[in-house]
C-alpha cells in the first residue's frame, strides 16, 4: 500500500466534530428559505407576507432543536446531512405555500392547501428524527430485528390492499386512512426493509459471494441462493399489479440489488437484476393499462395526447406529461421567479407528484441543477458514511439508505422531466405529503447516527493479555 | 466491501448527472419551442397579462384595456367605437387570438417584443408595472367617420390614400362588428363571435383589403393608362377608331353602352360618358400582355402587399384570350379589385404617376413614448409618366365636372374622379356594385385619393344604382374631411 488511507478505520486520531460547521451551515438553510418565502409574497401580493416571523421562527427553531439533538447525542455526526435536510424541507414547505395561493388551483373542488399540514408533518419529522438519535444509541442494535423487520416490512406494503382501509387515490394503491389521516406506508416500509435487507445480507453475503460457478465470465448464483432475489422480484411486480405502484416497486427491487451487489462484490446480481427488472417491466407492460399509457405519455407527450381516446387514462397521463414538460420550458434558464410562474396548469397533483416543475418553472435550470446538486450531496454524504462505517451491518445499512433515496430522486425527477416513464412518487422533503417528509427526517436521523458512529474516534485499544509488561527480573 | 460500494457511489453520480443533462436539454435547448407551443396556455397568459398597449389615431388611443376577475387573463381589450376601427385595429380575444394590427403588432402591444427589452428590464428595476407600447397609425379620425357614416347601413368599403406618401388615411368596411364583443373569454363571448361568424352578411369580412370586387369602369383608367403608356392614344382629343355597333374580338356578341355618342369618340369623351365599346377597343389594340403589364405596376396580380395587413391580390388575368381581355379592360370578365387597390390606381395618377407604397402603421412607441421605429414613405413603382398622368387628371376631372361623378364636386377644389357601376352574378342577376374613386387636388399636390364601392344598395331602386349618385358622396365627404383638416 502505497497510499495510507484511513476511511474505514479513523484509528485513535481524534476526528473534528464539525458542530460549529454545521451551526453555520444551518444558519443558511433556514435563511434561504425565509428569503424565498419573502419573495414569494411580495411577487405575489407585493407586500411581506403576514406568516414570514411565524415561518422563520418555526423553522429556525425545528432547526435549532435538531442541532443541539445532534450536538448532545451524535457529536461526531456528517455536518452536511441536516442542513441540507433543513434546507430542501424549507424550500419544499416554501412552494406548498406558493401553490397554496393559486387561484387556479383553488378553484378546483379537489384541491386543499398543504402548508399548513405539511409544516406540522415537518415538526413530526424533525421529531422522529429527534427520537431516533436518543433512542437509537447505536445502530448495531437494529441487527437484532432483522427478521422482524421483515414481516413489518410485508405488514406496511400490504396495508393498502386491506379492504376499508386502503385509498385508492388517483389510481393508485399506496395509502391507508386512518380517521381523518393518510399515510402512505410505502416510505415507511422503505426504511423498514432496509433494515431486514442489511441484516440478511450480512450473514448470508458470504454464501451468496463464494458458492456460485463461473458462467461466460459471470457467477452464477446457486438455485437455493436465487431464492432471495426472487420473492423481492415477485414482491416487487405484486405491488406493481395489485397496488398499480410503480414507483415503489422499482425502489425495492433496485435496493436489494445495490446491497446485494455491495455485500457479495459480485457483478453478476447487477446484471441479474436488470435482466429481471426488464424482464418483469416487459410482461406488467403487457396488461397494466396504468403503465401503458405512463408509457406512452413518455415516448410521446404531444403525439399521444392527440392519438389517444377522449376521456381516457392515457389522455390524462399525456396532457399533464406535456404540461409539465412546458412548465419546465417556460422556466428556461433562470426561471419565472418565485410565484410568477403558471405551473399550477399542471392541475391537482401540482404540490406532490410534481411539485419539481415548480422548481423548474419559477427557478429555471439554475435552480433544478441547484435542487439536484443539493440531493446529489445527501446522496454522496451517505454513501461516504457507508464507506466509513467500521462495520458491515452499518455499511449496508447506509447504502441502503443513500442507495434507496437516490433512486427514488431519479425516478421522480427523471419521470417529470420525461427521462424516463412517470411513476408516481414524490420527491423527497420537496413535495406535500405527511409520511414522505416524516419517513425522510427519519432515514436522515439514521444516516447521522450511522456516520457518528463511523467518525467517532476508535476506543483505545483493549489492552492484550500478549502484550504485559515485561517483568524485570533481578538476579 | 468498499469497491463496490465506491462503484455505488459512481453509479449515483451517473444518476444525478443523467438528470442535470437531461434538464439542460429540457430547459435550454427546447426552452423556446415547449414555449412557443401550441398548446401552452402561457403565450395566451402572457399576452394579457399586462396592460396591453394602444392603437393611436390622431393622437387618440382607439383601444383599451379593463382588467378583469376570475380567468387566467387579467387584462381585457376595450374598442372605442369598435364597428368603426375595426378593418384597421382587428380583434384581440382572450379565447379568439387576435388578427391583423392587434396580431402583426403583438410584440410591441404586448411589451414582450425584443426592442422593448431595454424598457421591460428598467421597469423591473423601477419597479413600475409592465405595459406594452403603441402603434401610431397613419389614419385620419375625420376621414374615417366621414367613410363609415357615408357607408352607413348598406353593404361596402371605402380606402382612402394620401397620394404623396402612401399613408392610408381611411379604411372602412361595412357592416361592421364590435371587437370588443367577444374580447373576454366567457361563454357570452364565444356565442357573440359564434353570431358574427353566422352572419351571412360576413361582418367579420375586411372588405377594403380582403374583398375582391369587379372595379367596372373605375378599370377604363387603367385601361387609358395603358393606351396612353403604349402610344396607342397620343392625343385625348382625338377619334378614335371605335365602330358602333362594337363586337367583342372572338365573338358577335355586340358590346353594349349605355350612352349614345360613342362611335369614334375620342378618349376624353368616352370618359366622361364612360363608353365601353371604345375602351374594350382600346384594350384590345394595346394587347392583353401590355395590359397586364400597366396593370401589375399599378400593383395588380401582387399577392403581397402588405399595409402591414396584408391586402388580397387583385387580379388582371394574364391568360385569358382577345375577348376576355376586351372585357377585362372595361373591368368585367376576370378582372377583380380590391378597394385599396383602386385608391392605389387613383393615388398613382394624383401623384402625377408615381405609386407609393401603401402603409397604416406610422409608429411603434415604447411604453415610454420613446420611438421605437418610425416608417417611411416608399415608392413602389411609376406606372404612368408624368405628362400622361396629367393627362388622366384633366380626363377625371373633367368627369367630376361635366360627366357622371358631379355628385363628387367639391366647392372651391379641382377633384377628378371615375365613376363605376359593375355587373355581377351570372348574367348580371344580381345588384350591381356602385363604384366611385377619385381624388381631390390642392396648391402642392394631392392629400387624398379614395375608392368607394357599394356593394348591395338595398333600398335604391335598381336603375337608380350608379357609382355616380350611390358612391360618389361618400368620396367627396371623406374627401372633404381631409382637407378640413388640412387647413
Known amino acids: 500500500m502505497s497510499v495510507v488511507t484511513n476511511t474505514t478505520t479513523i484509528g485513535a486520531i481524534d476526528a473534528p466534530s464539525r458542530r460549529n ?11 434561504i428559505p425565509v428569503f424565498a418565502y419573502l419573495n414569494v409574497g411580495l411577487a405575489l401580493d407585493g407586500e411581506v407576507p403576514s406568516g414570514m416571523l411565524g415561518y422563520g421562527l418555526g423553522l429556525g427553531l425545528m432547526a435549532s432543536v435538531a442541532h443541539i439533538v445532534v450536538r448532545k447525542f451524535a457529536r461526531y455526526a456528517d455536518p ?43 415538526a413530526l419529522g424533525i421529531a422522529l428524527f429527534v427520537g431516533v438519535l436518543m433512542i437509537l444509541k447505536d445502530h448495531r442494535v437494529l441487527q437484532r430485528f432483522t427478521y422482524i423487520s421483515m414481516a413489518a416490512a410485508l405488514v406496511l406494503l400490504l396495508l393498502p390492499l386491506v379492504p376499508g382501509l386502503g385509498a385508492d387515490v388517483f389510481g393508485a394503491k399506496i395509502w391507508i386512512r386512518v380517521g381523518g389521516f393518510s399515510i402512505q406506508p410505502g416510505e415507511f416500509a422503505k426504511i423498514v426493509i432496509a433494515v431486514f435487507f442489511s441484516g440478511y445480507l450480512m450473514v448470508k453475503r458470504d454464501a451468496l459471494a463464494l458458492a456460485s460457478r463461473r458462467f461466460m465470465g459471470l457467477y452464477l448464483p446457486r438455485g437455493r441462493d436465487l431464492g432471495p432475489i426472487l420473492t423481492i422480484w ?64 413518455w415516448l410521446d407527450p404531444f403525439g399521444c395526447l392527440e392519438t389517444a381516446p377522449e376521456g381516457s387514462n392515457m389522455i390524462n397521463a399525456c396532457d399533464q406529461m406535456t404540461q409539465v414538460l412546458m412548465s419546465f420550458g417556460a ?33 429555471g435550470l439554475t435552480g433544478v441543477m441547484a435542487f439536484l446538486l443539493l440531493y446529489g450531496l445527501i446522496i454522496e454524504r451517505g454513501i461516504r458514511t457507508a464507506l466509513a462505517a467500521r462495520d458491515p451491518f452499518g455499511k449496508l445499512f447506509a447504502v441502503g439508505l443513500s442507495g434507496a433515496f437516490a433512486l427514488q430522486v431519479f425516478v421522480v425527477a427523471g419521470g417529470v422531466m420525461g427521462l424516463i416513464p412517470l411513476t408516481g412518487m414524490t420527491m423527497p422533503f420537496l413535495a406535500a405529503g405527511g409520511s414522505s417528509v416524516i419517513a425522510n427526517w427519519a432515514l436522515i436521523g439514521i444516516l447521522i447516527r450511522i456516520s457518528d458512529t463511523a467518525r467517532r474516534p476508535a476506543p483505545a485499544p483493549a489492552p492484550s493479555p500478549d502484550a504485559e509488561m515485561t517483568q524485570v527480573v533481578r538476579p | ?70 380567468s387566467d387573463f387579467k387584462y381585457k381589450r376595450t374598442y372605442t367605437n369598435g364597428p368603426m376601427w375595426a378593418p384597421v385595429t382587428g380583434f384581440a380575444s382572450q379565447a379568439f387570438d387576435a388578427n391583423q394590427i392587434e396580431k402583426l403588432e403583438d410584440g410591441i402591444l404586448t411589451g414582450n417584443d425584443d426592442r422593448l427589452f431595454f424598457d421591460s428590464t428598467m421597469a423591473m428595476f423601477t419597479g413600475e408595472k409592465k405595459k406594452g407600447g403603441d402603434v401610431v397609425t397613419t389614419l385620419n379620425g375625420k376621414a374615417q367617420e366621414a367613410a363609415f357614416k357615408g357607408l352607413g347601413d348598406k353593404k361596402g368599403a371605402v380606402a382612402a390614400i394620401d397620394p404623396q406618401t402612401g399613408r392610408i388615411l381611411a379604411l372602412a368596411s361595412t357592416p361592421s362588428y364590435d371587437p370588443s364583443v367577444f374580447a373576454g373569454n366567457s361563454l357570452e363571448d364565444s356565442e357573440n363571435r359564434q353570431k358574427l361568424l353566422n352572419d351571412k352578411d360576413k361582418p367579420m369580412v375586411n372588405r377594403a383589403l380582403r374583398e375582391t370586387y369587379p372595379p367596372g369602369s373605375t378599370f377604363k383608367v387603367v385601361t387609358a393608362a395603358a393606351a396612353l403608356e403604349n402610344g396607342v392614344v397620343e392625343d385625348i382629343d382625338a377619334p378614335t377608331d371605335t365602330p358602333e355597333p362594337y363586337i367583342i374580338p372572338l365573338s358577335r356578341t355586340p358590346m353594349k353602352n349605355s350612352h349614345g355618342d ?103 412607441r415604447a411604453p415610454d413614448l420613446d420611438v421605437v421605429q418610425t416608417f417611411e414613405p416608399e415608392e413602389m413603382s411609376r406606372p404612368v409618366s408624368q405628362e400622361n398622368a396629367q393627362l388622366l387628371q384633366q380626363m377625371m376631372e373633367n368627369v367630376v365636372e361635366q360627366g357622371t361623378g358631379t355628385k363628387a364636386q367639391i366647392d372651391g377644389v379641382t377633384v377628378g374622379g371615375k365613376t363605376g357601376t359593375a355587373q355581377h352574378g351570372v348574367g348580371n342577376s344580381k345588384r350591381p356594385y356602385a363604384w366611385f374613386i377619385s381624388y381631390a387636388k390642392a396648391d402642392n399636390g394631392s392629400p387624398v385619393a379614395v375608392a368607394v364601392v357599394v356593394e348591395d344598395s338595398s333600398g335604391v331602386a335598381r336603375d337608380d344604382i350608379s357609382g355616380g349618385g350611390l358612391a360618389a358622396p361618400i368620396a367627396r365627404d371623406v374627401m372633404k374631411a381631409v382637407l378640413e383638416g388640412k387647413e
Open chain 1, 234 to 297: 415477485a414482491m416487487s411486480l405484486l405491488i406493481l399489479v395489485f397496488e398499480n405502484d410503480l414507483g415503489t416497486s422499482l425502489l425495492f427491487f433496485g435496493m436489494f440489488v445495490v446491497m446485494l451487489y455491495v455485500a457479495t462484490e459480485r457483478t453478476s446480481w447487477i446484471v441479474m437484476g436488470l435482466l429481471m427488472s426488464a424482464g418483469g417491466a416487459v410482461v406488467v407492460a403487457q396488461f397494466a393499462s396504468h403503465v401503458q399509457s405512463r408509457v406512452a405519455a
Open chain 1, 21 to 31: 460547521t454545521e451551526l453555520v451551515l444551518l444558519a443558511f438553510a433556514v435563511a
Open chain 2, 1 to 70: 466491501m468498499n469497491k463496490p460500494l465506491r462503484r455505488i457511489a459512481i453509479f449515483c453520480g451517473i444518476l444525478v448527472l443523467a438528470l442535470l443533462i437531461r434538464d439542460n436539454w429540457l430547459q435550454y435547448v427546447r426552452a423556446d419551442e415547449l414555449n412557443t407551443h401550441e398548446l401552452n396556455r402561457r403565450v395566451q397568459i402572457e399576452r394579457y397579462a399586462h396592460q396591453r398597449g394602444n392603437i393611436i389615431v390622431d393622437g387618440k388611443p382607439v383601444t383599451g384595456s379593463v382588467e378583469t376577475k376570475g
Open chain 2, 262 to 364: 360613342c362611335e369614334k369618340a375620342s378618349l376624353n369623351a368616352a370618359m366622361e360618358v364612360s363608353c365601353n365599346s371604345v375602351f374594350a377597343n382600346l384594350g384590345d389594340k394595346v394587347s392583353r400582355d401590355k395590359m397586364v403589364e400597366t396593370a401589375e405596376k399599378f400593383g395588380f396580380n401582387d399577392a403581397e402587399i402588405d399595409t402591414p395587413v396584408r391586402a388580397s391580390a387583385s387580379v388582371y388575368n394574364k391568360t385569358m384570350d382577345r375577348g376576355g381581355n376586351a372585357l377585362s379592360s372595361i373591368g368585367q370578365f376576370d378582372t377583380a379589385t380590391t378597394p385599396l387597390q383602386m385608391a392605389m390606381v387613383t393615388a398613382a395618377i394624383a401623384n402625377d404617376g408615381k405609386l407609393m407604397k401603401p402603409y397604416m402603421v406610422d409608429q411603434l
Open chain 1, 331 to 363: 422556466g428556461g434558464t433562470l426561471g419565472t421567479g418565485l410565484g410568477q410562474g403558471n405551473s399550477d396548469l399542471i392541475s391537482f397533483a401540482a404540490n406532490s407528484d410534481f411539485i419539481f416543475a415548480t422548481v423548474g418553472e419559477e427557478l
Open chain 1, 80 to 122: 452536511l446531512l441536516l442542513p441540507l435536510a433543513t434546507l430542501l424541507n424549507g424550500l419544499g414547505l416554501v412552494l406548498i405555500w406558493r401553490l397554496d395561493q393559486s387561484p387556479r388551483l383553488n378553484a378546483r373542488p379537489d384541491f386543499a392547501p398543504q402548508a399548513t399540514n405539511q409544516l406540522m408533518y415537518s
